[in-house]
Nanobody, 122 residues
Framework: QVQLVESGGGLVEPGGSLRLSCQAS????????VGWFRQVPGKEREGVSC????????YYADSVKGRFTISRDNAKNTVFLQMNSLKPEDTAVYYC???????????????WGQGTQVTVSS
């Protein structure tokens, strides 16, 4: 069964940090680009970051550059999103997804996790 499971979300104060994990089962992430996306009610899903399958190229939305870092551990079949200096506007449900193309456009991704809530509030 092909599955992506996110973890690591929660409630954090502004300026704090969280590390999200995206673990795959039923297939190998080695051959897929992996992206992180976020969505708030009433808004379109937004691409946050993406990492390529081959050479580890990374891409970030302007809103998170310098604060978020994406990485992958192929041995663990897991991709991480380190989020630092969090702001209230980062509050959203965060999803990871796997696909053939390295892009921040969500419709190119084939496999999706169920999402994890991140809330930044004092």
């Amino acid at each position: 069964q092909v599955q992506l499971v996110e973890s690591g979300g929660g409630l954090v104060e502004p300026g704090g940090s969280l590390r999200l994990s995206c673990q795959a089962s039923g297939f190998s992430l080695d051959y897929y680009a992996v992206g992180w996306f976020r969505q708030v009610p009433g808004k379109e899903r937004e691409g946050v970051s993406c990492i390529s399958s081959s050479d580890g190229r990374t891409y970030y939305a302007d809103s998170v550059k310098g604060r978020f870092t994406i990485s992958r551990d192929n041995a663990k079949n897991t991709v991480f999103l380190q989020m630092n200096s969090l702001k209230p506007e980062d509050t959203a449900v965060y999803y990871c997804a796997a696909g053939a193309i390295t892009t921040l456009q969500y419709h190119y991704f084939e496999y999706w996790g169920q999402g994890t809530q991140v809330t930044v509030s004092s």
